[in-house]
């Protein structure tokens, strides 16, 4: 379902995911699941682009560690710059949500 969102918005959804604290990828994925009652459900192939580019933009950091289960996993941790990002990526998804609702409110 991840292709079905706003460009940028699957960035926008992962720096606010990593608000909560370092996580890996599959915790990501499943936050959102969870969080959006299964209706975001995230392949391999969109979030881990997505957190390639908040790392080479500096907006995320990671770091190997191991997961609940043992096994070794990228943790993924949102930096000051991220937080910045996230605070303008929030006002520019809020403006679009607003110039959609005026166009369906006057259709």
């Not at 000051?80 to 609702?101: C, H, N, P, Y």
Request: no cysteine; aromatic share 8%; proline share 3%.
């Amino acid at each position: 379902m991840a292709s079905e969102l706003m460009p940028g918005t699957l960035d926008l959804l992962v720096l606010k995911t990593l608000t909560r604290g370092p996580l890996h990828g599959y915790g990501i994925a499943q936050y959102l699941l969870a969080a959006s009652a299964q209706h975001l459900q995230v392949g391999e192939g969109s979030l881990y682009p997505a957190l390639q580019r908040l790392l080479v933009n500096g907006w995320a950091e990671a770091e190997w560690k191991a997961s609940e289960t043992g096994r070794r996993a990228r943790f993924y941790k949102l930096t000051s710059a991220g937080r910045r990002r996230l605070k303008e990526e929030e006002q520019e998804f809020d403006r679009m949500v607003d110039a959609i609702r005026m166009v369906l409110k006057t259709s």
